[in-house]
């Protein structure tokens, strides 16, 4: 969730709703803490010159979690499969005050900070949809977060750069862990965002309290590769609103699409992400796995096409280009936007993929996405050539993307795990 201006939404540690009652200031870092001098600078892709068919296809729901509320730094404990909040629907105008306090940008590096992808990989080994014998066909592991800063980086964005640690886990397959410079900020009263989500939600049946920090994470073919990524949750539809996979709702996108001039064969491909199923799977019932404490409460049977981004914006335009990637990349179906002056909400719009404007966004978008794909065959190249033993670090400061040697020999996921790549 986001505020439009902003960057993928943080979290105010304010009461259980946002995690914790109490955080610290944290030092700012450099993006060159620990690493060594760059090893090399990676091209960036050249414009496609072939057709372009739709890349991303296959999107498959493997697993999800809560953090527990009682989580902390040296107490990873997180809920399987955890649930959503879930919209309710509200009465408007309505006046939401400014989100005030302290803010962890993510949970994942703040509780986790050298395996921040560590609960993903407790979850989907711990619920079983994911076949053990499949980890080693996965070519990388990352949060959504991860495909965008290389998204930004693609386009030329400019602002504070970015760093991403990785690690070869298998043969091929290679891990995007994220560094942030600073790990909280202090919210100045001039975003919304929070406040916005806890007025237009409620906790899930049966459960009376409410979702803090639910990760969904999905599976799906990206061109070439195959890709296990992990995004935060903002939302789900009403239970009575979830539509089976093989839905109206899929016939129209196919439709939507060929207006905009997809082939038969692109719009199988991209329709595919939204037959994502929600199997329950068969869970191994652990209180604890790979040193994260487990709790077994939640539900696994929402459908991928009931959850929902959720986003405030005041009289400023919405800035699709750099928005939609954040839907594309968790392949997330419904948008809801509250337009506010102030803090008084007045109307909120609602997208859903075959939408105009999201539709618009995503065929114009085409060329660096394909991009992104030759991005990832370079870097994997790169993970490969230097091999398991070495951690690399990669780093973004317009116009430039350098690899360094991460001087650090502490690996992002403990043996037992890495076991799963063997």
């Not at 509780?111 to 989907?124: C, G």
């Not at 949809?129 to 499949?134: A, G, L, Q």
């Not at 009931?306 to 914006?313: F, G, H, M, R, S």
Request: net charge neutral; glycine share 6%; hydrophobic share 35%.
């Amino acid at each position: 969730m986001c505020e439009y201006g902003g960057s993928e939404s943080p979290r105010i540690a304010q009461n259980s709703f946002r995690v914790y009652d109490y955080i610290a200031e944290m030092p700012v870092r450099s993006k060159l803490d620990g690493l060594s001098a760059a090893l090399c600078t990676v091209d960036l892709p050249s414009e496609p010159t072939e057709p372009i068919t739709e890349l991303l296809g296959d999107c498959r729901y493997i697993g999800s979690y809560d953090w527990s509320p009682d989580a902390a730094q040296g107490n990873p404990s997180i809920v399987i499969p955890g649930s959503p909040n879930m919209w309710s629907e509200p009465t408007l105008p309505c006046q939401i005050p400014p989100d005030e306090g302290r803010q962890i940008k993510d949970n994942n590096i703040y509780i986790l900070r050298d395996q921040p992808l560590l609960p993903l990989l407790a979850a989907v080994d711990e619920q079983q949809i994911f076949p053990r014998e499949d980890w080693k066909t996965i070519d990388f592991i990352t949060d959504r977060n991860g495909l965008r800063k290389l998204l930004r980086w693609i386009g030329g964005a400019g602002g504070k750069g970015f760093r991403l640690d990785t690690q070869l886990v298998g043969e091929k397959t290679v891990v995007f862990n994220r560094w942030e410079v600073v790990e909280t900020e202090l919210m100045r009263g001039n975003m919304y965002t929070l406040n916005f989500e806890k007025a237009v939600t409620k906790p899930m049946s049966p459960s009376i309290e409410r979702s803090a920090w639910h990760h969904r994470i999905v599976t799906y073919k990206f061109g070439q590769f195959r890709l296990m990524v992990q995004f935060e949750v903002d939302a789900c539809l009403p239970e009575e609103q979830w539509q089976p996979a093989a839905s109206s709702s899929e016939h129209e996108l196919i439709n939507a699409m060929a207006s905009v001039g997809l082939s038969s064969q692109n719009q199988s491909s991209s329709t595919s992400a939204t037959s994502v199923s929600s199997p329950t799977g068969t869970t191994q019932g652990r209180s604890e796995a790979f040193g994260i404490k487990i709790k077994q409460q939640g539900r696994a049977d929402i459908p991928h096409s009931a959850i929902i981004e959720l986003a405030t914006k005041s009289s400023a335009g919405i800035g699709w280009t750099d928005r939609y990637p954040q839907l594309y990349f968790s392949q997330t179906g419904n948008h809801h936007m509250g337009n506010r002056r102030a803090g008084n909400f007045i109307r909120i719009d609602k997208f859903t993929r075959s939408s105009p404007e999201l539709l618009a966004v995503h065929q114009r978008l085409q060329p660096t996405f394909k991009k992104l794909e030759e991005a990832l065959r370079r870097l994997q190249s790169i993970a490969i050539e230097h091999g398991k033993d070495e951690r690399l670090s990669l780093v973004y400061d317009k116009p430039n993307l350098t690899v360094h040697r991460n001087l650090t020999s502490q690996s992002c996921f403990p043996a037992e795990a890495l076991a799963l790549f063997n």
